[in-house]
Nanobody
Framework: QVQLKESGGGLVQAGGSLGLSCAVS????????MGWFRRAPGKEREFVAA????????YYAESVKGRFTISRDNAQNTVYLRMNSLEPEDTAVYYC????????????????WGQGTRVTVST
């Protein structure tokens, strides 16, 4: 049973940076593609970024491309999200999940999400 635990959120000013981590336990981490999602206040959860099992290929939502970087450490069973040039629109709770490719998009695979980590970007 895969368990997900996000950390690293906080309050940051617009233009600032923040780094998130997601520790994954259970399953075989180094065989999974991993992704980050976020849910802004009053909105549906949306895809942010994904990375293949070996870290060689990454994917980003258009809204974060060029500002966010996803990476992973298979020895530590951890996936990261480095967020630069943060904007108030990035304010959300951020979640990680195992992802699968479906209909040309990345979908979450593990039904039970972690608690997420809150990111608040102030003006």
């Amino acid at each position: 049973q895969v368990q997900l635990k996000e950390s690293g959120g906080g309050l940051v000013q617009a233009g600032g940076s923040l780094g998130l981590s997601c520790a994954v336990s259970g399953g075989t981490f180094d065989s999974y593609a991993m992704g980050w999602f976020r849910r802004a206040p009053g909105k549906e959860r949306e895809f942010v970024a994904a990375i293949t099992w070996n870290g060689e290929i990454t994917y980003y939502a258009e809204s974060v491309k060029g500002r966010f970087t996803i990476s992973r450490d298979n020895a530590q069973n951890t996936v990261y999200l480095r967020m630069n040039s943060l904007e108030p629109e990035d304010t959300a709770v951020y979640y990680c999940n195992v992802v699968v490719r479906r209909d040309n998009s990345w979908s979450p695979y593990v039904e039970e999400w972690g608690q997420g980590t809150r990111v608040t970007v102030s003006t």
